[in-house]
């Protein structure tokens, strides 16, 4: 199996597949190509069904791709209902936050910087608003964690019980969305 391995002062070990089907480890400097090989190859299972995903999406055809009226909907949309979540959810949690960005990107659902300022995706209002609900959650979480630890996890669990389930929803339901950017 081919990849590309990718060196950095990182913490773990992950796997990234592009939508042509290209395969990105990121591995800690620390650890040997040895090592990086094993953990490969202990989640063939796991690239081989998401590449075999992306090949039965190929043979689908083409994704139609937003328009940008469509865009301009969705981002209006977005703009009205993703800061009443930030709102009510950043209370029930305890914490404060900076700017509110809403933008079509590609690759990301959300993000929190040091400064406090979050940033979504506009997409999030086309899938279930459980799953809106979780990004928010997710991201207000960072205010107190900015990692993704046990501690980090355990905060985003105490206000979502069930975000393991709703996590692997936006994977499932979100990859399509994102392809029509």
């Known amino acids: 199996m081919e990849y590309t391995l990718i060196r950095s002062a990182r913490r773990t070990m992950s796997i990234e597949i592009k939508n042509d089907g290209e395969i990105i480890v990121r591995i800690p400097n620390r650890i040997t190509n040895r090592e990086a090989r094993k953990f490969v ?4 299972d796991w690239i081989e069904k998401n590449l075999e995903k992306i090949e039965n999406r190929r043979e689908a055809g083409p994704v139609e791709k937003f328009t940008e009226t469509e865009l301009k909907i969705i981002r209006k949309k977005a703009k009205r209902e993703i800061p009443i979540l930030v709102d009510y959810y950043a209370e ?9 960005s809403i933008r079509a990107q590609k ?43 046990k501690k980090f996890w355990n905060e985003v669990a105490r206000v979502l019980p069930d975000y393991k389930e709703l996590r692997k929803q936006l994977k499932e339901e979100g990859g399509f969305l994102l392809e029509k950017l």
Request: with cysteine.
């Open 41 to 44: 190859e202990a989640k063939r």
């Open 92 to 100: 029930k949690i305890g914490v404060n936050y900076g700017n509110v």
């Open 107 to 149: 690759t990301l659902w959300g993000s929190c910087t040091y400064e406090g300022n979050l940033n979504f995706n506009c997409l999030l209002v086309l899938l279930p608003e459980r799953v809106m609900r979780y990004v928010v959650v997710h991201e207000l979480c960072h205010r107190k964690e900015m990692n993704h630890s």
